[in-house]
C-alpha cells in the first residue's frame, strides 16, 4: 500500500508525494550518468574509476521506511551480501560503496552510506535511514553529511557534489573508525539558579505568536544589525533577548559576545559568572533537531574540559510557510533590500511562527558522545564545509537542564 510521505524538490523544500523507485537497469543508468568511469566488471559489479583510483557500489532505491514509522524516515534495504561485496571489492583493490539514489520528479540525490557501519557494527539490521531534511539540505547545498551519536555517518549529495565526495573518499581510506565512546562523565551543571530563572522568566513573558512582516518592521525601526537576515525568526530572537538583557541589567550574568574573528568564538552568548559561552537557536518542531556550531569550537571549549559547558537556550515553534500565504514576507523582503525578483527566497521563507516549547541545553564532556556531526554544503575550493554539530531531537534528553512549555 502507498502512503503520502514527505518528498524533496530540487530547491530543497519538502512536500507530500508518493515514492519514486527506479528498476535495477535505470539504477545503472543513473549512476553511470553522474559517477565517472562506471563499468561492470566481469562479475557484474557495477565499478568506477576516478582519477585512476578504483571503487565499486552497491546501490538501492531511497524509500520510505514504512507505515507506522513518521512520515521523513526513508531507507535502504540492505542485501544479505553487502559482507560478500565488501570483500571481494577489496580483493580487487576496490573501495567499496554503498548507495542509496532518490529521485523525486527533477530531483536526484545519492546517500552514501558509510559501509563500515554495516559490516562491522551493523551486520543484522536490514536497512540504513536517512531523513529527508538530510535530502533536503543536499538539495540545497548539494552536500550534507552527518555523523551521529552512534557513529554512524551518511553522506547526501546532489550531481554537484560526486566528485566531491569522491575525492573525500579517497583521502579518508586509511582512516580507522571506531565506535564511539558510550562512557559517561558525572560533570555538574555550573549554571546558577537565578540566571536559569531569568532565562526562564523571558520565554514566559515574551509574545508567543511571531509575523514576519512585523518582525521585519520592528528590527529595520532599530537598525538592528541582523534587520534583513532571510531566516528572520532566528535572528528576531536574538533581537528580543538582547533588548530584555539591557532592559533588566542582566549584562553581569549574561551578555553578548559574538567574535566572528579569524580563531574568534562564534558564539552569541557569555556568562561571565561561571566563564562559560551559549548560543541561541529556534527550530521547527517538525525538525529532527538543531543545527549548532563549528564542531572545532565546541570541541575547544568542552573536550576533556570538566569544567567546560555550553548552554543552548533552543526554542522550538510551528511554522508557516509563506508559499502558502501568497508570499507577503517575500515580497516585503525583497522589496526592502531592492531586489527585482520579489520572490527571491520564496520556498524557504517563513510567513509566521509560534512558539511551541523552550529547553535549556547543556553541552558538556560528560555528554558530548550524544552529539552528531554533520557537513552542509560546499566552499569555493571544493571541499566540504567544516563540520558542525547537531543536537537530535531525540537527544535532548541528554542535554535540558531545564524545559517548559511555551503554548
Known amino acids: 500500500m502507498a502512503f503520502l510521505v514527505e518528498q524533496v524538490n530540487t530547491d530543497g523544500t519538502i512536500v507530500c508525494d508518493y515514492d519514486q523507485t527506479l528498476s535495477v537497469r535505470a539504477l545503472y543508468e543513473r549512476i553511470a550518468t553522474y ?5 561492470r566488471d566481469e562479475d557484474g559489479i557495477i565499478c568506477g574509476v576516478y582519477q585512476g583510483r578504483k571503487y565499486s557500489i552497491r546501490a538501492k532505491n531511497v524509500s520510505y521506511l514504512g507505515n507506522p514509522h513518521p512520515v521523513f524516515k526513508k531507507r535502504i534495504q540492505i542485501a544479505n551480501d553487502l559482507k560478500e561485496f565488501y570483500q571481494a571489492s577489496l580483493a580487487k583493490g576496490y573501495r567499496p560503496i554503498l548507495l542509496g539514489v532518490y529521485t523525486y520528479k527533477q530531483t536526484v540525490l545519492f546517500c552514501a552510506f558509510r559501509i563500515e557501519d554495516f559490516i562491522y557494527k551493523k551486520a ?5 535511514h536517512v531523513y529527508s531534511s538530510d535530502l533536503s539540505d543536499a538539495a540545497e547545498h548539494d552536500y550534507f553529511q552527518k555523523t551521529d551519536y552512534f557513529g554512524n555517518q551518511i553522506t547526501v549529495f546532489s550531481p554537484k557534489g560526486v566528485e566531491v565526495f569522491l575525492r573525500e573518499l579517497f583521502e579518508n581510506t586509511g582512516q580507522t573508525w571506531g565506535t564511539p565512546d558510550l562512557f559517561s562523565v558525572d560533570v555538574s551543571n555550573p549554571m546558577p539558579q537565578h540566571i ?3 532565562i526562564l ?3 514566559q513573558d515574551v509574545n508567543k505568536e511571531w509575523r514576519g512582516i512585523d518582525c ?8 538592528y544589525r541582523n534587520k534583513y537576515q532571510p531566516e528572520w525568526a532566528g535572528f528576531y530572537l536574538e533581537f528580543l533577548f538582547e533588548q530584555y538583557l ?3 541589567q542582566l549584562q553581569d550574568d549574561i551578555r553578548y559576545a559574538q567574535d566572528k574573528s579569524k580563531n574568534g568564538i562564534d558564539l552569541d552568548l557569555y556568562f561571565p559568572t561561571i566563564g562559560c559561552y551559549g548560543d541561541l537557536k529556534t527550530h521547527s518542531i517538525e525538525s529532527r533537531g538543531v543545527q549548532d556550531n563549528d564542531w572545532d569550537t565546541v570541541f575547544s571549549l568542552i573536550d576533556g574540559n570538566p569544567r567546560g559547558h555550553l548552554y543552548y537556550l533552543v526554542c522550538e515553534h510551528e ?4 508559499r502558502v500565504c501568497n508570499y507577503e514576507v517575500t515580497e516585503y523582503w525583497n522589496r526592502a533590500l531592492h531586489k527585482e525578483n520579489l520572490r527571491s527566497y520564496g520556498g524557504r521563507m517563513k510567513n509566521q511562527v509560534t512558539l511551541a516549547d523552550f529547553y535549556l541545553l547543556d553541552i558538556n564532556d560528560g555528554n558530548k558522545q550524544f552529539l552528531s556531526q554533520f557537513k552542509q554544503g560546499i566552499n569555493s575550493n571544493g571541499k566540504p564545509r567544516a563540520p558542525k554539530i547537531m543536537v537530535e531531537r531525540d537527544q535532548f534528553k541528554n542535554f535540558a537542564i531545564a524545559e517548559m512549555p511555551l503554548l
Open 124 to 128: 543484522h539490521n536490514s536497512s540504513a
Open 319 to 322: 511554522t508557516i510557510k509563506d
Open 246 to 248: 539591557v532592559e533588566h
Open 216 to 223: 521585519y518592521r520592528q528590527m529595520i525601526a532599530a537598525n
Open 35 to 39: 559517477f565517472p568511469g562506471i563499468y
Open 201 to 203: 522568566t523571558f520565554f
Open 196 to 198: 536559569v530563572q531569568e
